[in-house]
């Protein structure tokens, strides 16, 4: 797990040309996916962006992660980011317009601005049971495009396949079925590749279900 501070990058240009994500087009030609993780200490947010950088690569692309911590207690609030790109990333700065949120603790929606900067065509993903009704961000998400935003209950599947309340895979299997950016196949090799044996099996099966949820609602 990357320390705080500490950049994690891959520098492999992909051979094969690949889909362009729509906010290419509208963004005059670029090519880099920011993605923001919010989240609270304990609930692997750092290995979330690890693990979203690992996927990226094995597809041949270029990724970039790192952690901005403002605390390291467990439960104190935790960002950490990840930059998918098919040529290098020169980037060096936190991301403040991020095209992608991944929420990992719904209880921060109403204490930290989780969704500044966000692309007005972007993605959000929220680990929650609650609906964005309940959330009370109903009115909010309903001005991204359908199916660019999405609710899971990943730590209910972490518990259940895992046997820890560690949302983190399960939300990157939901973040890969709704933004298209990494194939679910690259998402489970990363978890494996980064938690072999047993926990690997059982942290992909929770990625894996959340895949299935996202893609269906």
Same mark, same amino acid.
């Given at each position: ?21 729509p906010l290419d087009d509208q963004s005059g030609g670029k090519t880099v996916f920011q ?8 609930? +692997? ?29 467990? +439960? ?44 007005? #065509? ?40 895992? +046997? ?16 298209? #950016?990494? +194939? ?30 996202? #893609?269906?609602?």
């Open positions: 797990m990357p320390l705080a501070g500490q950049w994690h990058k891959f520098n492999i240009r992909s051979p094969r040309a690949s889909a362009r994500c993605v923001r993780i919010h989240g609270r200490g304990g609930q +692997g947010v750092v290995t979330a962006a690890e693990l979203l950088s690992i996927a990226a690569f094995l597809e041949d692309k270029y990724a970039q992660a790192f952690p901005s911590f403002g605390s390291e207690r467990m +439960g104190a609030p935790v960002v950490s980011y990840c930059r998918i790109d098919e040529r290098d990333i020169r980037s060096r700065e936190p991301i403040n317009a991020p095209d992608a949120l991944i929420i990992q603790d719904a209880t921060l929606l109403h204490s930290v601005d989780v969704f500044q900067g966000l692309n007005p #065509q972007g993605f959000i993903l929220v680990n929650s049971r609650r609906s964005f009704e309940e959330l009370g961000i109903a009115e909010f998400v309903a001005k991204f495009p359908p199916r660019h935003v999405c609710d899971v209950s990943a730590t209910e599947l972490a518990l259940k396949h895992v +046997g820890r309340s560690v949302p983190n895979a399960a939300l990157l299997g939901a973040f890969a079925a709704i933004s298209g #950016q990494i +194939g679910f196949a690259s998402v489970e090799k990363a978890i494996r590749k980064k938690f072999p044996g047993d926990v690997g099996k059982a942290n992909a099966a929770a990625a894996k279900e959340a895949f299935d949820f996202a #893609q269906g609602s």
